[in-house]
Structures are given as structure tokens and as C-alpha cells.
């Protein structure tokens, strides 16, 4: 008796997931990974990518290959990059809005590095309203900033990103603190702030994100 309700049991929870997993395939997965530079976003942003299939939208990758293809947005940007400030948000939502009207993103993207400001935050709710795609999580990826100071040292080394010196670290650091951070309490009060701890390994940070999306 007991057996065969325990097997009930277990086939109602069976029969109840594979309509949630439908559910879930059904609707666009459209993520923002937030966090401090160094804490992780592109290397979980590539995982998700992969594991969902759908594009990552890196702002920072965008920006390189226009500074080293030399086009003209890459001239614009590539001073602001170098020392670690921002390019100017105009710049960047027009990039990701022509990003976000590509047919690959249909089914669903990852925002790494973008929104950085309040502004860039409002257009995107904007854009995303005009298009009809919500956002639905925002992974906020935590790490201490001891943490983050060690990681994008030995980064300086193994990427040599022009971006990575002393000096632009800290300056980076800086407008993480008062341009993007107060994006953590605007995602929260619209319920879609996902906290993920950005520490240990890459497998358990990525298993952190399987567990809220
Ligand atoms: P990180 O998160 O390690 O600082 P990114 O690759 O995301 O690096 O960005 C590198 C640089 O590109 C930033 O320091 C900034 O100059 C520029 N950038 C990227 N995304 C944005 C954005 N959304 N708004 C303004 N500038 C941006």
C-alpha cells in the first residue's frame, strides 16, 4: 500500500515536470548576468549559451572586436575602455539594440555587461516592452572584492587585456560601485534579482544557476 502510493506519488511529481520543462521551452529564456568586473559573468554567460542555446550578448566582446577591427565605433570607445570608464550609454544602446533585433535571439539571450547604468537599465525595459520579451531573471553574481582583485591580476597575465592594469582596475571597480550596483535594487524591487554566490568553482557556480532559472 505503501509502495503503491509512494508510485503514485512519484508519477504525478514525473508528469508534473515534463509539463513544466515544455512550459519552460516553450518561452524565450531572457537573461541579464550582473556583477562586478572579474566575478564570472562571461565564463557562466558561455555556459548557459551552450547549455539553452541561445547567444550570449557580451557589450565588452562587441566593443573589442570594433577596437580591433578599428571601425568607427571602436575608435570612439577604445579611450573610454583603457581607462576603465564607461562609453557613453547612447553608444551602447543603440549596439544592443541592433544586437537584440537579430533573429538569433528569439528564442531567448544573455546580457553580460549590459545594462551598467539606471539609463541603459530603463531603455532596455523599454526595448524589451515595445518587443514583448521580458526579462525574467537577473543573476547577480557575487563575489568579494579581495576576490575580484586577485582574479583580474592573474587575468592581467594569462589575457593581457589593455583594460587590466592597476589603474583601470580600480577606476573599473569604482564605477561598478556607484553606476552599476544600484541596479541590484532596481532588478529586486521588480522581483526578477536572482543572487547567485560567485565563489568556488566554475561547475558549482553554474549548478547555483540551474537551481533559480
Ligand atoms: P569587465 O566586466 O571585466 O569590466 P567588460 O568586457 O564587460 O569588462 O567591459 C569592458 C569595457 O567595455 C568597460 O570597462 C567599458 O569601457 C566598456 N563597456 C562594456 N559594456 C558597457 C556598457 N554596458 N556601458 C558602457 N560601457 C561598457
Redesign the pocket.
Known sequence: MKASLRKGGLRDVDSSLEGYTREQEDRAMNVILLGP??AG?GTQGHRLSERYSIPEV????I??AAVRQGTPLGQE?KS??DR????P?GV?IGIVRERLAQDDTEGGFIL??????VA?AEALTRMSEEQKRPIEHVLSIEVPQQELLQRLAGRRQTEGRR?DTDEAIRH?LEVYAHETAPLIDFYRRQGLLRCIAGVGTVDEIFQRIMVVL
Not at 557580451?58 to 566582446?61: E, L, M, R
Open positions: 568586473p572579474g559573468k557580451s557589450t565588452g566582446d566593443l573589442r570607445a573610454y575602455m576603465g570608464a564607461l562609453v550609454d551602447i553580460d555587461g549590459f545594462p551598467r547604468t541603459q583594460d573599473r
